[in-house]
């Protein structure tokens, strides 16, 4: 089956630095993928897609400047917390698709920290 | 607006017994319909999907959701849950094109009594 992979899983970062999450999809190459957060005990909430080559497209109310994403190969996208505060400490995940209607692969995500 | 109703925040379910978790939406069309299920330290694992034909879905683990078009639900059912069907449950329907991510309903927590 299509696997997903997050790097790293857990982080934990002091507040002004900037955090970088690599998401891979491992035995597919992936159109496109999805970038979602979760605060605990709360549903996942979309924050951007990104389609390989091309600029992510961010869900309103999510700052670019501050969640940076890059989509360099259909292999691996990252996603950059820029200078990180307490308040964008959550469970970031990934999922990457092959697109169309084609279903969603989730990576384990990634748990932020933010001192 | 687009919308998905998960009513049922927590389900506390005794070993062996079935269960039903029930999931609403709201579109313009009739969507794709995803169920997947979140355990403590795993990634979200798709349950069953729903594109067209037969509206009742067999899944993964002995889940399966039964569509029905006239109460807009899409809910997911077992006959009878273990102690590891203990996790959070995402009902998700799709409309876009291919482009646009997951709209997640607020989720079902899934407690198994002994």
């Not at chain 2, 794709?32 to 330290?41: A, E, H």
């Not at chain 2, 809910?75 to 995402?90: C, G, T």
């Amino acid at each position: 089956g299509a696997v997903v992979s997050q790097h790293p899983s857990w982080v934990i970062c002091k507040s002004g630095t900037s955090v970088k999450i690599e998401c891979r999809s491992l035995d597919f190459q992936a159109t496109t993928m999805f970038w979602y957060r979760q605060f605990p005990k709360q549903s996942l909430m979309l924050m951007a897609t990104s389609n390989e080559g091309s600029k992510a497209t961010y869900e309103q109310g999510v700052e670019k400047d501050k969640f940076l994403i890059n989509h360099a190969s259909l292999t691996l996208s990252t996603l950059t917390v820029t200078s990180a505060h307490p308040e964008d400490s959550s469970f970031y995940i990934c999922s990457a698709s092959l697109g169309g209607k084609d279903t969603q692969y989730f990576g384990p995500g990634t748990r932020l920290t933010v001192l | 607006a687009q919308s998905v109703t998960q009513p049922d925040i927590h389900i506390t379910v005794s070993e062996g017994a079935s269960l039903e978790l029930r999931c609403n939406y709201s579109y313009g069309a009739t969507p794709y319909l995803f169920w997947y299920v979140q355990s403590p330290g795993q990634g979200l694992q798709l349950l069953l999907k729903y594109f067209s034909g037969d509206t009742l879905v067999q899944g993964i683990k002995g889940f399966e959701a039964e569509f029905k078009r006239s109460q807009s639900s899409f809910n997911l059912r077992k006959p009878s849950v273990h102690w590891s069907d203990a996790a959070e449950y995402f009902c998700a329907p799709y409309s876009g094109g291919g482009a646009d991510g997951l709209t997640f309903g607020k989720g079902t927590h899934l407690i198994i009594q002994p």
